[in-house]
Structure formats: C-alpha cells, structure tokens
C-alpha cells in the first residue's frame, strides 16, 4: 500500500496498465505535457475530484520473473531507506526509516488498485485495473481484498464505486464478487429527467471475518499457483539441461566417426585417384 508521493516512482507501470485497461481514457495533452508535467496531468485525471493526498494506491507485484503467471505476497523485498524529505534528516541525523515493500529494480507492477475514505461508513474504491496478459488468475479479486481487508481495518463495513452502465461486463465481475447495486444512487441521468443514467453505483458489504477468510483464500491460492509455477521452471529447465546433453553427446559421436573416417583414408593412401 503506497501513498500518493510513493505511487509516483511507479508512474510509467501505472500509466501502462491504465492505458491498456481504459483506452478510451487515455489522454494525449498528459503525454504532451500540455497541463504542466505530464505525470502530474496523468495522476490529476486519475484522483479526479478526489484529493490526491487522500487517495491509497495498492500494487500488485511480480517480485522475479517478468513472465511468471503467479506471484508470492510474501516474496517482495523489503529494504530500510531513510526519508529525506522529513524536517531534520540534513546529514543523515535524525533520519526515519521506513519500510520499502517493492524493489524497483527486479519488481514489475501488473495490477493496481486505488481507493479513497468516503466520508463515514464506506470507503471509495477509484481504480482496479490488471494488465491484459495477467487477467483471468484471479489478480483483479486479489487486488479488491486486499482494499477490502484496508477499509475494514480503517472500521468500513462496505466500500462503494462507480461503473460505466454501459460497462456490463465490468458491472457482472464486480457482481460475481459480491458487489450489489445501490438503488437511488447513479451518475448523470436516471433522475427525475426518465433518461438512462450513465454511471451505476455499486456496493460490498462486509465484516471483518469476511474480509480475512476471503484474502487468505486469495494469497494462499496464488502461493500455490506460485509453487507449481516453479515445479513447471524446474522441469523446462530439466529438460533443457537433457537435450543440451544429447546434442553434446550426437556432437561428440559425430566428430569421433569423423576422425575415424580421415584415419582411414590417410591409412590407405590419402586421397582415391584413377588407375590405368
């Protein structure tokens, strides 16, 4: 979980995710940098009205290799950098640790998350979004327990967002995942005016053995992914380490029948010609 100053280190994954997930919101004056810096338009549209201060980002991590299918909640690596940005730390006296969860280095982010407080029963969730190569594991459920077991932490009993009505595939996930529609509540239209409304506002009801059954049940499964994902590395690599070895052995055979074969010529008398 990061704040809004942490995210930003992460700007060009985020914004990688985002375009492939919402490309109908993808907006060239932030790549122009028409608005000032583009990463600031780019995190502007994306905390929209919300206050970016306010807003938590959870990332969804592959720790090692960029191409596996399953990652490990524990694996990330967690360093001790000093937060120089805090009164006092001139000259490294003073200093505050604090934990960093995700090494930048060897870390590639292909999910996130971002949610908000909303006022006093619910939190808000603003984004969800896996990149496209990742879906279909269960990532996106991951990601909306892990913000779930967030806003139960932080006393929430539901969390509420709201999705494009004409959106109907991503209205049907959220309520595979137990989400509900909120009657009374929509976006633009749906009023008094008779027309269709545009946005559908949809809840999560929860508790807090809810919220802990459900995201073990997350991590312990792609731990499990995670583990037959390495038996699968362990036999590519077997069997690569097996054909290599046949290749070196019908090489060696090739060259010692070789050899045989110029011995004997030279044993006859070198090159064949013809006789009168």
């Known amino acids: 979980m990061l704040d809004s100053a942490e995210?930003?280190?992460h700007v060009e994954d985020v914004r990688r995710i985002h375009d492939a997930c919402f490309p109908d919101d993808v907006d060239d004056e932030d790549a122009a940098g028409a608005f000032g810096h583009p990463d600031d338009a780019f995190w502007d549209r994306l905390t929209a009205c919300h206050d970016a201060d306010d807003v938590l980002w959870f990332l969804l991590v592959d720790a090692g290799d960029p191409d596996a299918r399953a990652l490990d909640p524990d694996a990330a690596t967690r360093r001790?950098?000093?937060?120089?940005s805090r009164p006092g730390t001139?000259?490294?006296?003073?200093a505050e640790d604090r934990i960093e969860t995700i090494n930048e280095k060897k870390?590639?982010?292909?999910?996130?998350?971002?949610?908000t407080r909303y006022g006093v029963k619910c939190a808000y969730g603003m984004h969800l979004a896996v990149a496209p190569r990742y879906r279909g594991v269960g990532y996106g459920a991951w990601l909306m327990r892990e913000v779930q077991s967030w806003a139960c932490s932080e006393g929430y009993k539901q969390m509420q967002a709201s999705v494009d009505a004409k959106n109907k595939r991503l209205?049907?996930?959220y309520e595979s995942l137990g989400a509900e529609r909120v009657a009374g509540l929509s976006g633009a239209g749906g009023s008094a005016g008779g027309s269709a409304p545009t946005v559908v506002r949809i809840a999560r009801r929860f508790d807090e053995a809810l919220c802990a059954r459900e995201l073990r049940s997350?991590?312990?499964r792609h731990r499990y992914m995670n583990e037959l994902h390495r038996e699968s590395e362990g036999e590519i690599k077997n069997r690569k380490r097996l054909l290599l070895g046949a290749l070196k052995s019908f090489v060696a055979s090739a060259l010692c029948f070789a050899a045989a074969a110029i011995a004997r010529r030279r044993t006859t008398g070198g090159s064949t010609g013809v006789r009168r």
């Open 90 to 94: 001139a000259n490294g006296e003073g």
């Open 171 to 173: 209205i049907a996930y």
């Open 7 to 9: 995210v930003r280190a």
């Open 80 to 84: 001790r950098v000093e937060d120089a």
């Open 218 to 220: 997350s991590r312990e």
């Open 107 to 115: 870390s590639r982010v292909v999910g996130f998350a971002a949610a």
